[in-house]
């Protein structure tokens, strides 16, 4: 991610918001000098990115148009369940490492029509990448829109009830 400063907000995927805490510099990372940015989480973590990694691993905290993508995502019709659950939970937890909000937001959608459609079925497994994504997407919008986490939640909520009139 290009352009980063200190105070700065990024998202480090599959660990959710963070802000950059120490202005780019050089670190020693085994025997060899590299250019790398500090980011505090808001889980209490600290990391450390080379600017390889930054490049890969952080990204915007989403805009107007890309909370837009969520709610579309949101409302829009679930995946097929056919798959098995080992499938789901691979699935889910490739677009969870991603952190890229749309497939955060496909995690939820699916999550919550699986739970509609066959109640405390699901896996400990799958339940716990469905509420890790939306912790993650629950930060994620309140950042972005400026919102309390309770406020978002609610909007996310909202989305998903939209979702469900559809597939009932």
Not at 30 to 54: F, I, Y
Not at 73 to 84: G, I, M, N
Request: aromatic letters at 2%; one cysteine or more; proline letters at 1%.
């Amino acid at each position: 991610m290009r352009g980063l400063r200190v105070g700065d907000s990024a998202v480090y995927a599959g660990h959710g918001i963070g802000r950059v805490v120490v202005e780019l510099g050089q670190k020693q990372v085994g025997g060899t000098k590299r250019d790398s940015v500090v980011v505090d989480l808001d889980a209490s973590l600290r990391v450390t990115l080379s600017l390889e990694e930054a490049s890969v691993r952080l990204r915007a905290v989403a805009d107007k148009n890309e909370v837009e993508d969520v709610r579309r995502t949101l409302v829009a019709e679930s995946s097929p369940l056919d798959t098995q659950c080992k499938s789901r939970v691979k699935e889910s937890k490739a677009k969870l490492a991603s952190g890229r909000h749309a497939e955060l937001a496909e995690i939820i959608r699916d999550g919550s029509r699986f739970e509609r459609l066959r109640g405390s079925e699901s896996s400990d497994a799958e339940r716990r990448v469905y509420h890790q994504a939306r912790e993650l997407l629950i930060r994620e919008i309140s950042s972005a829109c400026g919102r309390e986490q309770v406020e978002a939640e609610i909007w996310i909520e909202a989305q998903n009830a939209l979702s469900g009139r559809n597939e009932d």
